[in-house]
């Protein structure tokens, strides 16, 4: 029969899951002698619960650099489906979410990279980002919760834009 709390700490926590049963397995030498390669099993094991972490911070990177591209290039004829792309983003992103990610999930690791991204898709153009705010505008819950807005969002960063300008 199943630990209950194990259960719900690899539905609440699933990386913070993939740790803790890496780390019972190498306090658990005796498995090497079993036939069991310990280390590697751990490792994979661990490397499970970084995948998840990637693809999250990926596919939020993927809706920053789209909704940086629609900002900085509003007449661009791909506008569209960027926004579409948005969207879909975001709806990966909630599925795959789990509520124990949020504290290894880096906004502004994400926020940095994406202008970098964006900046050099954007370069190839001769399109040039705005003034952009150094911290990530973006509130985390904004790509989890249920209820995302690709227009909310880009007049979202329009307005933190809007701040970075200097008004006359």
């Not at 199943?2 to 699933?14: A, K, T």
């Not at 990610?101 to 880096?106: F, H």
């Not at 040039?128 to 979202?156: D, V």
Request: glycine residues 8%; contains cysteine; hydrophobic residues 40%.
């Amino acid at each position: 029969m199943p630990n209950l709390e194990m259960v719900d700490r690899y539905e609440d926590d699933f990386v913070g899951w993939t740790v803790e049963q890496a780390a019972r397995l190498r306090g658990m030498p005796q498995l090497n002698n079993a036939g069991l390669d310990v280390e590697n099993l751990a490792e994979e094991i661990e490397d499970l619960g970084r995948s998840e972490i990637n693809k999250i911070t990926s596919l939020m990177g993927q809706a920053m650099v789209h909704l940086l591209k629609i900002v900085a290039d509003p007449t661009d004829p791909s506008r569209q489906h960027w926004q579409q792309e948005v969207g879909g983003f975001v709806v990966s992103i909630r599925k795959a979410w789990s509520p124990g990610y949020g504290q290894r999930v880096d906004m502004e690791e994400i926020w940095k990279d994406a202008i970098e991204e964006a900046g050099n898709a954007l370069e190839t153009f001769d399109v040039t980002l705005p003034a952009l705010p150094e911290a990530c505008p973006f509130p985390l819950s904004m790509f989890t919760n249920r209820g995302f807005n690709t227009k909310a969002a880009i007049e979202h960063l329009q307005g933190k834009i809007s701040e970075q300008t200097p008004q006359p």
